[in-house]
C-alpha cells in the first residue's frame, strides 16, 4: 500500500507533464491484482485509467471517481515522497493519491478474497480536475451505455467526513478597451483603468440571491488585475479574474447575463466605456438528497453524520448519471495545495476498511 501512494507520488501529474505515467503506475498495480486496466491516452501525456470488478449483476453497481493531477509543487523534492513519523509526505499525497491508494488496495483485496459480489465495482482516476476536468469529461463519454449506479463515492480528502454538498465556481475575465494617449494630455485617450473601476463599483452592489442552510451565501472575489505600462501611459487596457462561489440551484448563467446587463448599462451611460466579459471557468456545485436511501445506509455504516465543504470537485459532472453522489475519504483537506502535504498512514488503512466495509454492504 505504501509502495503504491510512493509511486504514485514519484509520477509527477501537474498539467505540464500530464497524467500518463501516474495512470501506468496505477494500471501495473491493478494487473499484478487481476484486475485488467483500461488506459485512454489524449494528447500524447494526459490520461485516464478505469478498471471494472465484474459480478453477478443482481445489484446496481458502485462507482469511485477520483483524479490523477496534482496541483504544482514551488519547493525542491515535493515528487519525492518522505516517509516519517507514522506520515508519507509529498505532492498529491492527501489531494488525492492518498484516496486513489485506498480505493485500489480495497478493490484488490476484496478480489483476492473472492467473495462472490451482486454489482460491479468501477473505479476511475481520471486527468485535470485541478485545471479544465477534460478527463472526467471523456470519462462520461468513454462507455456508450453505463451500468445503473448505486452511488457514487468521490474519495477526495474529506477527513473521513461524509459530504453531501459543496459550492460551484465560476471564474470570470473581464477586460476594458481603452485608447493610450501621453498622460500630459489624457483627454486625448480613453483610460481602461478608469472604466475597470466604473465596473467595479457597481459589481460591489451585485448579490446573488439565495441562501443554503449548509453554505451559506454565494461569495463574489476579484482575485487578479492587470493594467496600464508606465507611470506616463493612458492604459488602453485592464483585466480583473473574479471568483465566484455559487451555491446549488443558482444558476451561472443567470450570474453571466446579470454582469453582462452592467456592463451593458455602463456602455449606454458612457459611450467611451469598453468591456468584454469571458467565462474562465464554470463548475457546478453539488447538493445529493440527503434522504435517498444510499446517503442514509452509508450514513449508517460508517456512524458519520452529513456534511459540506467550501472547496469544489468533479462531482457536479457525475450528476448525469442521476445517483446519489458523496465525497468520502482519507486525509485533511486543509493540507491540500499546501508545502508540506502528507497522509497518516493510518488513515490509508482505514480508508481500505471503510471502502471495503461501503463495498461488501451495497454489493456483497
Ligand atoms: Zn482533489
Not at 43 to 61: D, E, F, L, Q
Not at 253 to 274: C, D, H, M, T, Y
Amino acid at each position: 500500500m505504501k509502495e503504491l501512494l510512493k509511486n504514485l507520488i514519484r509520477a509527477k501529474s501537474t498539467l505540464d507533464t500530464g497524467e500518463i505515467k501516474c495512470a501506468n503506475v496505477l494500471a501495473d498495480f491493478f494487473r499484478s491484482a487481476g484486475i485488467k486496466p483500461n488506459v485512454e491516452v489524449w494528447n500524447k501525456t494526459r490520461a485516464n485509467i478505469t478498471v471494472r470488478i465484474k459480478s453477478t449483476g443482481k445489484k446496481p453497481a458502485l462507482l469511485f471517481v477520483s483524479h490523477l493531477d496534482v496541483v504544482p509543487a514551488q519547493q525542491a523534492g515535493a515528487f519525492e515522497p518522505i516517509e516519517r513519523g507514522g506520515k508519507i509526505f509529498g505532492r498529491g499525497a492527501c489531494d488525492m493519491k492518498g484516496g486513489i491508494t485506498s480505493v485500489a488496495v480495497a478493490m484488490a483485496e476484496i478480489l483476492h478474497s473472492k467473495v462472490k459480489l451482486q454489482g460491479d465495482v468501477i473505479f476511475t482516476a481520471t486527468a485535470g480536475e485541478e485545471t479544465d476536468s477534460a478527463g472526467v469529461k471523456k470519462f462520461l463519454k468513454s462507455q456508450k451505455t453505463w451500468p445503473k449506479f448505486a452511488g457514487i463515492i468521490v474519495p477526495e480528502p474529506t477527513n473521513f467526513d461524509l459530504v453531501y454538498a459543496h459550492r460551484g465556481l465560476l471564474w470570470l475575465q473581464i477586460i476594458t478597451k481603452g485608447k493610450s494617449a501621453h498622460s500630459s494630455m489624457p483627454q486625448l485617450g480613453i483610460n481602461a483603468i478608469d472604466s475597470m473601476k466604473m465596473f467595479l463599483n457597481k459589481l460591489e452592489n451585485f448579490k446573488i440571491p439565495g441562501v443554503n442552510k449548509l453554505l451559506g451565501k454565494a461569495s463574489i472575489s476579484v482575485n487578479k488585475i492587470i493594467g496600464g505600462s508606465a507611470a506616463n501611459i493612458v492604459p488602453d487596457l485592464c483585466s480583473v479574474q473574479i471568483d465566484i462561489r455559487t451555491i446549488p440551484g443558482q444558476k451561472t448563467s443567470w450570474i453571466v447575463g446579470e454582469i453582462n446587463k452592467i456592463l451593458a448599462r455602463l456602455s449606454k451611460q458612457n459611450p467611451r466605456f469598453q468591456a468584454d466579459l469571458k467565462v474562465l471557468r464554470d463548475s457546478g456545485s453539488l447538493q445529493t438528497d440527503e434522504k435517498c436511501e444510499f446517503v442514509k445506509r452509508s450514513k449508517q455504516i460508517l456512524n458519520k453524520h452529513l456534511t459540506a465543504v467550501p472547496f469544489t470537485t468533479d462531482a457536479p459532472y457525475l450528476t448525469v448519471f442521476k445517483s446519489p453522489i458523496v465525497i468520502f475519504g482519507p486525509g485533511k483537506p486543509q493540507l491540500c495545495h499546501k508545502p508540506g502535504e502528507y497522509i497518516d498512514i493510518k488513515d490509508l488503512k482505514k480508508a481500505v476498511e471503510l471502502y471495503k466495509k461501503i463495498i461488501l454492504h451495497f454489493l456483497g
